[in-house]
């Protein structure tokens, strides 16, 4: 009979021992597969990423594109380099990105998400994915495999309205451009407003949400904070939010969101198209906000005392005609203000060579019942009744102390 022995060769023990490194690479390597897909499809559910296949599978074209991997956006972002951040605010920081099909996108990655918002922040993706206006950021789709979702848009290269306003270098606006950027801005607002299946509010109007392409054309971005209002509603109870300067004081004192909320932001915006100033930290000599100074200065006929020195000279009588519109926005009553329509009509009418008269109702709006607005100067508040003098103390307390952005 012939024997075998056990060979006990270095060569044969170390064939053993490579296998069993292998074997245990393999099975480790496929269990940490298995774990991040599980936390992937975790996060999926948890954000309701079943909820929004429902509502975009609804819409021809739209399913295909609108749920984004969180491999292709790592992909995109060199797996999200900081080198490639591109902005950031209150809601998170944002990444310039290409995708597989060579698209240039921003991907806004939140730094929270409240868990009971998450419903309404699918059903906002769904609405804000039929949105199709030249002067709205495109919304590409957004991905749900991660704790936070995180939202896809197109991207824009010219930076914010903010920058160009107030970034020191050679980057001035003409008169003409911000002319035409306020036109713009307040068409994409009022598509918003009226033109789409549900009324969908910004919420958060401001020059830093405003992003120029390389011609200058407006681009209303960043829809975060927005909220949709359905048909049979007039508003929607919801907690404050926006940004210091440019929120609507009632809305921040009652909670009740409507439309004419972003009319006020607008006109904020307005104002500060007119004057170079940041809304959030300008104090007049006497300690008044942006708005408040340059309303008094309006209602007084000394907005030069106010007004940006190339906006004087590049102007003219279109200057006084935006500045009304302004006024009218910042109103204190909502009731008083005019609608986004309104003043898309109204600023349109400043640019045409006939157009030299103020929109009947924005006309209305501004001269009617003198001019109550939104923030009031300690001495207006003085020389009013008691009655409207507890009303503009309330608002005080909250807008006219605010002296940074959120």
């Not at 005392?305 to 009588?317: S, Y």
């Not at 005019?338 to 045409?352: A, F, N, S, W």
Request: glycine share 8%; hydrophobic share 35%.
């Amino acid at each position: 009979m012939q024997r075998y022995d056990r060979c006990h060769c270095r060569g044969c023990v170390w064939s053993g021992s490579s296998f069993f490194d292998m074997t245990s690479y393999i099975v480790s390597k496929k269990l940490k597969h298995q774990r991040a897909y599980m936390l992937k499809r975790k996060f999926f559910e948890q954000n309701h990423g079943q909820l929004l296949e429902q509502l975009v599978s609804q819409r021809s074209g739209i399913a295909e594109r609108m749920i984004i991997t969180l491999e292709e956006l790592k992909k995109a972002t060199h797996n999200f380099n900081k080198d490639l951040v591109v902005g950031g605010g209150g809601h998170g920081t944002v990444y310039k990105g290409i995708l597989s099909n060579q698209h240039i996108v921003a991907i806004k990655k939140p730094k929270r998400v409240v868990p009971k918002e998450i419903d309404e922040f699918i059903n906002e993706v769904a609405i804000l994915s039929q949105i199709n206006h030249r002067n709205v950021v495109k919304l590409f789709g957004c991905c749900l495999e991660t704790e936070v979702p995180m939202l896809v848009y197109d991207f824009i290269s010219n930076g914010t309205l903010y920058e160009h306003l107030h970034v020191e270098g050679p980057r001035l606006l003409s008169w003409g451009h911000r002319l035409r950027i306020a036109i713009q801005t307040s068409k994409s607002l009022a598509y918003l407003h009226s033109a789409t299946a549900i009324p969908i509010i910004h919420r958060d109007v401001k020059s830093a949400n405003i992003l120029l392409d390389d011609t200058l054309t407006a681009k209303v971005a960043d829809f975060g904070a927005s909220r949709y209002i359905p048909m049979e509603k007039s508003g929607l109870e919801t907690r404050a939010q926006g940004t210091r300067g440019y929120w609507d004081p009632m809305y921040f004192y009652t909670g009740r969101l409507t439309e004419k909320s972003d009319v006020y932001s607008f006109g904020v915006v307005l104002v500060e198209l007119l004057t170079r100033q940041k809304p959030f930290s300008y104090l007049s000599s006497n300690d008044e906000s942006l708005v408040v100074h340059f309303v008094t200065l309006f209602v007084e006929g000394n907005l030069l005392h106010i007004l940006d020195p190339q906006v004087i000279e590049e102007g003219g009588k279109e200057v006084e005609e935006v500045a009304a519109i302004a006024v009218a926005c910042v109103k204190l009553s909502e009731e008083d203000r005019p609608t986004m329509r309104q003043v898309e009509l109204t600023l349109e009418g400043v640019r045409t060579s006939e157009g030299r008269v103020l929109h009947n109702a924005v006309a209305k709006q501004v001269y009617n019942n003198g001019i109550e607005v939104g923030v009031q100067s300690n001495k207006s508040v003085r020389e009013g009744n008691e009655g409207s003098t507890r009303r503009y103390s309330m608002e005080e307390e909250f807008i006219l102390s605010a002296s940074c952005p959120r």
